[in-house]
T-cell receptor
Framework: AQSVSQHNHHVILSEAASLELGCNYSYGGTVNLFWYVQYPGQHLQLLLKYFSGDPLVKGIKGFEAEFIKSKFSFNLRKPSVQWSDTAEYFCAVTPNSFQKLVFGTGTRLLVSP | DSGVTQTPKHLITATGQRVTLRCSPRSGDLSVYWYQQSLDQGLQFLIHYYNGEERAKGNILERFSAQQFPDLHSELNLSSLELGDSALYFC????????????FGPGTRLTVL
């Protein structure tokens, strides 16, 4: 079945550690890719998005993601995490440019001070 | 604050009842989307309205319905509620029906007892 997979369900890091969260999708054709973050008790916020062009996308708060078409992947990275990055991170895809977002299952990140 | 408002914030009701969730999009946004976030299903797209017209349907049960009014606010009606309908219901809005960023509201947490 077509889907979005986030392989890490829970990640625990110490402050200043580097972060990489995996996201793979199984849709063919044109896709648009997003990472959303949900801080505790808050709504979903867009971290970054990829529509076309440079596959290395920079987002807010020092996050970046790389689109690798051959691997159907869009991994999220941050070189040095902070305690305030503790949140749940969702990868999302709009398959074939349709507007609906298909979300992965989310990754809960806990950053210990 | 994304500019998308949802009411009520919390709703507790009994099985078999009917509830209405309300969403006001950001000023100027014509598209409204509804998503359901539950522990077992994750974040799932329910339905999309653009300028009063239904544009796309996702995994929305027949017991659920939605509409978008001339002032562009939207309501999601959930009837014959079951325990499994307990979830967080998010509304999102965007400027157009074609692809662009969706801004999410704070959600309505529905608990069915």
């Amino acid at each position: 079945a077509q889907s979005v997979s986030q392989h890490n369900h829970h990640v625990i890091l110490s402050e200043a550690a580097s972060l990489e969260l995996g996201c793979n999708y199984s849709y063919g054709g044109t896709v648009n890719l997003f990472w959303y973050v949900q801080y505790p008790g808050q709504h979903l916020q867009l971290l970054l998005k990829y529509f076309s062009g440079d596959p290395l996308v920079k987002g807010i708060k020092g996050f970046e993601a790389e689109f690798i078409k051959s691997k159907f992947s869009f991994n999220l990275r941050k070189p040095s995490v902070q305690w305030s990055d503790t949140a749940e991170y969702f990868c999302a895809v709009t398959p074939n440019s349709f507007q609906k977002l298909v979300f992965g299952t989310g990754t809960r990140l806990l950053v210990s001070p | 604050d994304s500019g998308v408002t949802q009411t009520p914030k919390h709703l507790i009701t009994a099985t078999g009842q009917r509830v209405t969730l309300r969403c006001s999009p950001r000023s100027g946004d014509l598209s409204v989307y509804w998503y359901q976030q539950s522990l077992d299903q994750g974040l799932q797209f329910l339905i999309h309205y653009y300028n009063g017209e239904e544009r796309a349907k996702g995994n929305i049960l027949e017991r659920f319905s939605a509409q978008q009014f001339p002032d562009l606010h939207s309501e999601l009606n959930l009837s014959s509620l079951e325990l499994g309908d307990s979830a967080l219901y998010f509304c999102a809005s965007s400027v157009e029906a074609s692809l662009n960023e969706q801004f999410f509201g704070p959600g309505t947490r529905l608990t069915v007892l």
